[in-house]
């Protein structure tokens, strides 16, 4: 009877090491993770920065390590904008070393331009992440009257999150409580932004009183005119309403005289000849 021991081979990961930033369930802590699977034995994986070693420095809360993944957990107190990371891999059967960058940035925002809402309508606000590295924690507060008061998300105000966009949402706008200016705030392990977005509340326009409004006006503006001419020049109306005769008269042409002698006249003229 032969016994027969399982043959292992020795093979390096064929492909490079990943990396990615993430924030810490506290919010507080940045997490960095490195991943570079596909080998055996399981390649080994340092985090530098400046080229040293995190592992040897103090700001290091943890270092863990799972089969394919390596990752380092540090305080954000050393954190700056556009601080650069990198893990290097090493495998016992491959000389190169592989290497893979993140780089921390703060976030940076952009909204819409200012919203119009009128009473009893809804209006909804959007704030978006241009760039966050590690991804950042987008909240909504109101304005600076009430520093630091997030809004929460029930009643009147709805706040959805999609990706890098957040949207918060007025329903029934009152125009004692809702107009003013809203802070957009986004926040990761670098830094924070914040962005005002305002908004007005109007009462609505009624339409039907408008148009009567300026019904009113175009018949008092006639009346004003009309007042006006038949004033300073009373003769131009009675002209426009003077009926004509239906057979036109020469204007060129003279009055004519005519001269019809009476019967007396004539018997007169009779008698002397």
Known sequence: VSNHAPLLLIDPPHSTPKCWAETSSSGLMLQLFCSWPGGYPHPTLHWREEGHDLENSSWVISSTSSSDIHVETLNSSHLSHRKVFKCV???VVKQEEPACTVEIKIPSLESEPPKTCFVGDNVTLTCRVTE????????????ITQPELEIQPGGRYLIAQEGNVSRLTIRNCSQGTDGGCYVCKAQNPAGLRELFVCLTVKQPVNIVGAVGAVVVLSLLAILTVTGVILYYNPLLCLRAFQPRSAVPRNQDSGDILVLVDSEDDV?????EE
Do not use: F, N, Q, V
Request: negative net charge; proline residues 5%.
């Open 132 to 143: 966050s590295t590690p991804a950042a924690r987008l909240t909504w507060l109101w304005d």
């Open 267 to 271: 018997e007169g003229k009779g008698e």
């Open 89 to 91: 891999g090493s495998h």
